[in-house]
Structures are given as C-alpha cells and as structure tokens.
C-alpha cells in the first residue's frame, strides 16, 4: 500500500492535466465510504455516506479546487476571486496559499458559518461581506473575472466539475461498480452535475455497468428548481444551499432526466432531524446542508420512491464543525463537578 496522493494523482488519465502541470494539492479525496447502519435499518436499504467533510478543508470543495487551483497556476494566474456560502472560499483561500496567489471572496452577509468565516481569514483571503445573498455575490464574482486579472473558481469553472467528479469514481471503485441510487443536496447545482459526469464517464467505459438514479435535495426555502422558477429571497437555516438561482441549473435537470432520477426538496425541520440522526446515531457530525442527502432519502423511501433492498450511497457534504452552533443549541448542557471523583461518579449517574 502506498500513501493516497490528492485526487489529480490518483485520476490524473482521467483529468486535464499533463506531466508539464504544477499540481496544487493538499492531498483531498480518498474519504471513508462509511456503511450507515441506523439509516439502513430505517430503509431497508444498503446505505452508505460519503464523508466529504473529511477533505482538508472539511467539505467536497477541495476536490474541485484543487483541479481549478491547480489549472490557473498552469495558466499563470496570481489571483482568484469566488462567491460563496461559505465552503468554496475556505476551500479557495486553502488552495490559492498553496500556489503562492491571492484570493478574493465574496460572501452573504451575515449569512456563513462561522467556522468557514475563520478559515477564509486564517488563510489570508481578502474577504468582503456583501450586502446581498449567495447569488448577488456570484454576478459580482463573474463581472469582477471578466473585467480584471482574476481567475474565477467557482463551479462555473469547468475544471471544478471535473475534479468533483472523482467522488464518483472513487464510489464506484470502492463498490467494485455504481450504487442504484445516490442521494446529494443541491445548492448552485454543481455537484450533482459533477458526480453525474463521473458515473457516467465509468460506465461509458466499461468501469461500472449502470449508473445511479441521482436523487438531489433542494432546502424547501431555497428550492428554484423544484419549483421551476428563481427564489428571489432563499431562505433556509441550511445556509450552504441558501442558493436561488443556481448556476447548473439545466445540468442537473439533465442529470435528473438521464439518470431516471428526482429533484425534490426538504424542509428545515426533516434537515434538522436528519443531522441529530447522523450525529446521534452514526457517529457521523456533518453540517446542516450536508444531512439534506439523507432527509431526502428518508423521504424518498416514505414515499415509495426507492425499492427496497437497493444500495445507496448518500454525500454527507461538509463537516459539522465549521457551525457548531446548531449542535449546541439542541445539545443539554454540561454539568460542573469539583476535582473529586465520587462527585464526578454522582453526576454521571455511576453511582
Ligand atoms: N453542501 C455543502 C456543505 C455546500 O457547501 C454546498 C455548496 C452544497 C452542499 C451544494 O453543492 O452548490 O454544488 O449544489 N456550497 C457552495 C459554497 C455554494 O459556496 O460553498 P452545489
């Protein structure tokens, strides 16, 4: 066995890249396909979760950056800008350290997490808080990469797709061939996109047999697309997919249609329980946004929507540590005991 080296090594025939390209990794991929065993139970099915929350900077970002990073180093760029919820720019302001760049982001205000607020800082990038939401901030992004020298790295940047799509990849080499289904949030739609380019890139080559039907979740304030229109004013405490008029919109309606899949979308209420289930159940902490994969299967299956005994595989997209604060909410507080272990047996009921 040998260490895993970053997702452009580890798929590098499959990426645009060649041996001339400086790759700009922080060693992201190769997560846990973790077996969820309460959720199996729960649906009769063989689930899994993809834990993206634990790529380097905490969430599937850093598979895309790392090939959009790694692409504007090649191009000779010294500067990137992205609009986000929060993951992109920590993931962003990561990356562009590695390359010696600089990075610009533009975030809702008042609106992320506060942990991915701390990473985009930590790390140096030039944050400006707009007084806008999610998709204010992308127009802003793109005219600002159109008219001065920065390179535009969100998921409009094609090489984002492209290296988003190893998740797939690695699913399916994991299984030895595709899931029947694969349940994913959906937020500016990117990564739906991004994991249909891969199932589908595996099996046109004889990889995996089938492709997944892909089950996206939108959050029920914020769902443009399973209402068919733009939300002017997205609204959801899973602000990660605090997204209205997402960018690959008509890409994962594709994905939907091709896959004989559904886009549908969760409450905050069926989001909120789900994330207690992972964390409490599982094992598993993932952000809010992350568990709406798993409320939509739990969904789904109530419905009737999936057979049972099928394998899935669920994307838990982030890390629950970058948001703490939902977890402290509903958690009971902590007892304060003396240096004395006959109080501290007392409190914990031992005795
Ligand atoms: N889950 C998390 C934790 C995210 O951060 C995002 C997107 C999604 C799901 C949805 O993925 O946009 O490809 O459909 N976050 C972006 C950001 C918008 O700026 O970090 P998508």
């Known amino acids: 066995a ?28 190769g997560t846990p396909l973790l077996p969820a065993t309460r959720v199996s139970e ?29 692409k504007a180093a090649e191009d000779g760029a010294k500067a990137v800008i992205c609009a986000s919820t929060g993951n992109t720019s920590a993931s962003a302001a990561a990356y562009a350290i590695r390359a010696g760049m600089t990075c610009a982001v533009l975030v809702p205000q008042g609106k992320i997490a506060m942990g991915k607020l701390a990473q985009a800082l930590v790390h140096g990038a030039r944050l400006l808080q707009v007084d806008g939401n999610f998709d204010d901030c992308l127009e802003l992004a793109r005219k600002l990469s159109v008219d001065y020298p920065v390179a535009l790295v969100n998921s409009v940047n094609p090489y984002r797709l492209q290296g988003q799509k190893t998740a797939a990849f690695e699913i399916v080499d994991a299984l030895g061939d595709a899931p029947d289904i694969h349940c994913i949030p959906v937020g500016n739609a990117g990564n739906i996109t991004a994991y249909w380019m891969g199932y589908t890139e595996y099996a046109k080559d004889g990889i995996s ?18 209402n068919g229109a733009p939300v002017t004013n997205p609204s ?12 690959s919109w008509k890409l994962a309606e594709q994905a939907r249609d091709e896959s004989g899949g559904l886009i549908d979308k969760v409450t905050d209420r069926q989001i909120m329980a789900a994330y207690k289930l992972l964390a409490a159940e599982e094992g598993v902490f993932v952000e809010l946004a992350s568990a709406a994969s798993v409320a939509g299967l739990l969904q789904a299956v109530e419905a009737g929507q999936v057979p049972k005994g099928s394998r899935i595989v669920c994307t838990v997209t982030g890390n629950g540590l970058k948001d703490p604060d939902w977890a402290l909410a509903g958690a009971s ?11 501290a047996a007392k409190a914990l009921d031992l005795v």
């Open 2 to 29: 040998r260490a895993w080296r970053g997702i452009v090594e580890e798929y590098r025939d499959r990426l645009p890249v060649n041996e001339n390209t400086p790759v700009v990794t922080l060693q992201e991929g």
């Open 42 to 70: 729960l649906t009769g099915c063989e689930v899994l979760l993809k834990v993206e929350g634990l790529n380097p900077t905490g969430s599937f970002k850093d598979r895309g950056m790392t090939v959009a990073i790694t």
């Open 209 to 226: 047999t089938k492709a997944p039907r892909m089950l996206g979740f939108q959050a029920s304030g914020s769902a443009p697309i399973v």
């Open 236 to 247: 959801t405490i899973a602000t990660a997919i605090r997204i209205g008029n997402p960018a």
């Open 333 to 343: 507080s902590a007892t304060t005991v003396p240096v004395d272990a006959q109080a």
